[in-house]
């Protein structure tokens, strides 16, 4: 790594932070400097991680919105990655680190659905459901959770939603069912 080594540089990175089950302050710093300087050095798998690593707040880094978009939008670009679409899809319907545009964000969950990620199924429950950049269709989001319970199966966030929708709906039997299961 200290030769420039960019994969060198990530697979140290993954070595400090194990798998976020190294609470060694020090260790985890010196494990995001290194994912970081492999993400500058396009490192696929690092580019993505750090995105989501300030989206989310891991591995001791603080929340940094702005940050998470910018990676996020490289991930994009440059590998067409599944996950980032959805994250920069939440991003922009609740404006974290970019202006919001709930619009935009469903296109983006759009595209992580299309590209097979199950937290995209989830979010897109939620946004038909909320009308958060699209128009409210509860049959839609029963239809989007339907996907996330298939990919998830037994999430109690995915069947909450479920539950909520049916309620949405006026369908009292199913809202009672899946509230249940949750």
Not at 101 to 113: C, F, M, S, V
Not at 136 to 141: I, L, P, T
Request: one cysteine or more; aromatic letters at 12%.
């Amino acid at each position: 790594a200290q030769k420039e080594c960019a994969e060198a540089m990530y697979n140290l990175a993954v070595i400090y932070l194990d798998h976020n089950k190294n609470t060694d302050a020090k260790l985890q710093k010196s494990g995001r400097e290194w994912m970081e300087k492999a993400a500058e050095n396009n490192i696929d798998k690092a580019v993505i991680f750090v995105g989501d690593m300030y989206l989310n707040g891991t591995y001791g880094a603080a929340k940094d919105y702005a940050k998470s978009a910018y990676w996020l939008k490289n991930a994009i670009e440059k590998y067409n990655n599944a996950r980032s679409y959805t994250n920069l899809g939440i991003s922009y319907v609740k404006g974290l680190g970019v202006d919001k545009d709930q619009t935009l964000g469903a296109k983006y969950l759009k595209k992580g659905a299309e590209l097979g990620d199950d937290k995209a199924y989830f979010n897109l429950g939620v946004i038909y459901m909320e009308g958060l950049g699209v128009e409210s269709d509860y049959d839609e989001a029963i239809r989007w959770f339907e996907k996330a319970n298939e990919a998830k199966k037994s999430d109690k966030k995915v069947l909450y939603g479920m539950g909520l929708a049916y309620k949405g709906k006026g369908d009292r039997k199913n809202a009672i069912e899946w509230l249940e299961k949750a």
